[in-house]
């Protein structure tokens, strides 16, 4: 009864749903001498779990000067977010500027050419004209 009562805190262990009190249940049960051949792959696991408990940290840590130079860092990388966004910025008002000079531009080429085109066709007219009335008038003098 005890071995099923074994697996089923592991299987409940593994999803995370032990309680404190099953959880140290499965401690004493591992750390001991009697534990199934087929859950002796979990004796590892709570033998380092005892062991990192008694572990005792003597080695001081200054907190106060990590948390300025971390914020050193911050701000050289905020300063460098700023530079990089206002070159960027400035690269695309340029480019949005060269494109609206160069619409500007196309425009009144479009418009030149519109109008140089109107006065050839004024002048294609005058010319059929003119040699309608040279073809006439040679008609006449023959």
């Known amino acids: 009864m005890e071995l099923t009562n074994i697996e089923i805190l592991i299987k409940k262990y593994e999803d995370a749903q032990t309680s404190l009190q099953e959880e140290q249940v499965l401690k004493e049960y591992f750390t001991g001498k009697n534990v199934a051949p087929h859950l002796q792959e979990y004796t590892h696991i709570f033998i380092y779990l005892k062991q990192q408990k ?33 070159f ?18 196309f425009t009144e080429v479009t418009k030149s050419l519109k109008l140089l085109s109107t006065n050839l066709k004024k002048g294609e007219n005058a010319i059929a004209t003119l040699s309608t009335y040279e073809s006439s008038v040679a008609k006449i003098l023959k």
Not at 55 to 79: E, F, M, P
Not at 88 to 105: L, S, T, W
């Open 54 to 86: 008694e572990v005792v940290y003597t080695r001081n840590i200054n907190v106060t000067s990590s948390k300025k130079k971390n914020y050193r860092w911050l701000y050289v990388a905020a300063t460098v977010v700023v530079l990089l966004s206002v």
């Open 88 to 105: 960027v910025g400035k690269n695309k008002y340029d480019d949005h500027q060269q494109r609206q000079e160069a619409n500007r531009i």
